[in-house]
């Protein structure tokens, strides 16, 4: 059973920035879209950025477009999400995801099939 760990979270002041890690030990990443989902306080998990496990097409929500980055290290087994220029409306717990599907990568939280237990990252001075 694919069993997915979120590392790197943490307190950072606005501006900052926090690498995150997804891995799967025993396993490989390299066949599976893995998406990065957030959940604010008292607010719904929502999609923040997604991989392809094929084109390496991606995703960004509206609201981290320009600040973070996904990428994928196939030698190190590693999913990643550079956060850049934090603010405090960042603050979530931090989920990553993976799913077999090919293509798009998708961002419907439904379609993936393996969970980590999240990170938090929490901006603020």
């Known amino acids: 059973q694919l069993q997915l760990v979120e590392s790197g979270g943490g307190l950072v002041q606005p501006g900052g920035s926090l690498r995150l890690s997804c891995g799967a030990p025993?396993?490989?990443?390299?066949?599976?879209?893995i998406g990065w989902f957030r959940q604010p306080p008292g607010k719904e998990r929502e999609a923040v950025s997604c991989l392809s496990s094929t084109d390496g097409g991606t995703y960004y929500a509206d609201s981290v477009k320009g600040r973070f980055t996904i990428s994928r290290d196939n030698a190190r087994n590693k999913v990643y999400l550079q956060m850049n220029s934090l603010r405090p409306e960042d603050t979530a717990v931090y989920y990553c995801a993976a799913d077999h599907s090919q293509g798009p990568p998708p961002i419907q939280q439904y379609i993936y099939d393996y969970w980590g237990r999240g990170t938090q990252v929490t901006v603020s001075s």
């Open positions: 025993g396993f490989t990443l390299d066949n599976y879209a």
